[in-house]
């Protein structure tokens, strides 16, 4: 759960609940522990004020770090969803990862050169209060301000991904190697290494010098994040790895219920009972004019559901999520991850614009455990006759790629009431290589087959049992 604060650079800002808690652990820390040694004889009232003060003073610099990676990114056609502040910093939430290391290497290097900036400025302005002898509540604040983004800026240049310098870390490799995926997989297992050496120094200093027992618990709760984060991000390059070659209509459901504008709540309650749905696309006839979700129904008292129609409580069309067809399924996932939505709907390509069909958080997910299931199984390039296995279910669409051995002159073969062939192209598994891709729909329950074969080559050929539930 996030707070929307505004929006920035046309970047919305969110702050999550859990810095609440980061900010009344700096505000104790500041008014209790450091400013108490550098200002002695103050009010505890002045402490107190000290400590707010510079506890926003550290929100605004973690929002400009923040901002200096969106800018670059933003002005390199990237678009950023939003930026959220946690418990332990803040993130920048990008659609997509940066498409080559030296776009990487710039957006990463800009959070800490600007935390840098920061205390640059924050060093000259409370040497400047020192010279005028300003009162201590703007020499206070400034002056922690200015070590706070030093330690800003050398903390995120450790080299412990996804963190800024674990990025810097990445497209060095990245560059080097010319492998995004394998990059990725190294700097992410250096970053948990960081993160293991940190909460076990966390312990250590907790348990064996009980007065640092503070720094102790935050070594470990930053240990954590890092090691969480860093198999997070992975994951997520992964799953962008699996689906690259996927469009939107590979991922929907074509079935998709529906209800009219003009039926009363009474009878929507009904259709919610029926279908055991969230949320339904409503029509005027075959035109997509808006959505209608359970919670819309239970905003309206029920006495007036006998009277109340759809439309009146409907989300309209423009503020849907919806892609065409043939969008890529990065985009779809994107949709999903910076709009917080649970469904996006699916347009023809045509000018019509009709609805083809839906896609759930229950389909992005069946997409990608099929994409990870077919990389996990797929045969091997050699000699006839290969059998694999692949769990699906009844409706869900699946797709096998022929391997590249034979060529792109790969056919099936299946019964048409096991399965429906929904398309198949020429994918790009490589910069030099191509390979024949087939989109499938189970129809019914049942372990059935489906063979791939190469036209009047008969050891050519390759069994793939399909285990429908």
């Known amino acids: 759960m996030a707070i929307k604060l505004g929006t920035i650079y046309g970047i919305p800002l969110y702050l999550d609940y859990s810095w609440f808690i980061i900010l009344a652990l700096i505000v104790f820390e500041v008014a209790f522990l450091i400013m108490p040694y550098e200002y002695p004889g103050l009010s505890t009232g002045l402490y107190l004020l000290l400590g707010v003060l510079s506890a926003f003073l550290l929100f605004a610099s973690i929002v400009v770090h923040e901002l200096a990676h969106s800018i670059i990114a933003k002005r390199n056609?990237?678009?950023?969803?939003?930026?959220t502040l946690y418990l332990l910093g803040g993130v920048s939430e990008m659609s997509e990862e940066p498409p080559n290391p030296s776009l990487e290497l710039r957006m990463s290097a800009a959070g800490p050169l600007t935390s840098l900036a920061i205390a640059g400025v924050s060093y000259v302005g409370w040497l400047a209060s020192l010279s005028v002898k300003a009162p201590v509540i703007i020499r206070g604040p400034l002056e922690y301000t200015a070590l706070f983004n030093v330690i800003v800026a050398a903390f995120n240049l450790i080299p412990a991904f996804p963190m800024d310098g674990g990025r810097v870390l990445r497209s060095i490799i990245w560059r080097s190697s010319g492998d995004m995926i394998k990059s990725t997989k190294i700097s992410a297992t250096v970053g948990r290494i960081f993160a293991y050496v940190m909460m076990v120094g966390g312990v250590l200093l907790t348990f064996l010098v009980p007065s640092y027992l503070f720094d102790g618990i935050w070594l470990v709760l930053i240990g954590w994040f890092i090691s969480s984060s860093a198999q997070g991000e992975y994951r997520q390059v992964q799953i962008l790895r699996d689906v690259a070659d996927l469009k939107a209509r590979d991922m929907m459901s074509k079935t998709v219920d529906r209800v009219s504008e003009e039926i009363t709540l009474t009878e929507l309650s009904s259709q919610f009972l029926q279908y055991k749905h969230k949320g339904f696309p409503v029509m005027r006839g075959d035109e997509l004019i808006g959505c209608v979700t359970m919670q819309d129904l239970r905003a309206v008292k029920k006495e007036l559901w006998d009277t109340t129609r759809v439309l009146d409580i409907m989300a309209p069309k423009e503020k849907?999520?919806?892609?065409?067809?043939?969008?890529?399924?990065?985009q779809v996932l994107a949709a999903i991850g910076s709009r917080q939505i649970g469904r996006i709907f699916v347009l023809s390509d045509d000018m019509s614009g009709r609805l083809?069909?839906?896609?759930?958080?229950?389909d992005v997910m069946r997409t990608i455990q099929m994409q990870e299931s077919?990389?996990?199984n797929a045969p091997p390039p050699g000699p006839a006759g290969l059998e694999r296995n692949i769990p699906?279910?009844?409706?869900?669409?699946?797709?096998?790629i022929a391997p590249e051995y034979g060529g792109i002159n790969w056919s099936p073969s299946f019964n048409p009431g096991e399965f429906s062939l929904v398309s198949e192209q020429i994918v790009q598994i490589a910069p030099d290589k191509q390979a024949k891709q087939f989109t499938l729909q189970a129809l019914k329950k049942g372990t059935f087959y489906i063979n791939l074969n190469q036209p009047g080559d008969k050891k050519s050929s390759l069994t793939y049992t399909i285990l429908v539930n």
Do not use: Y
């Open 77 to 83: 056609g990237l678009k950023i969803g939003r930026i």
């Open 320 to 330: 849907l999520a919806t892609v065409k067809e043939s969008d890529p399924a990065k």
């Open 356 to 362: 083809v069909g839906i896609i759930t958080r229950t």
């Open 374 to 376: 077919f990389l996990k």
């Open 392 to 400: 699906v279910e009844v409706g869900m669409l699946f797709q096998i």
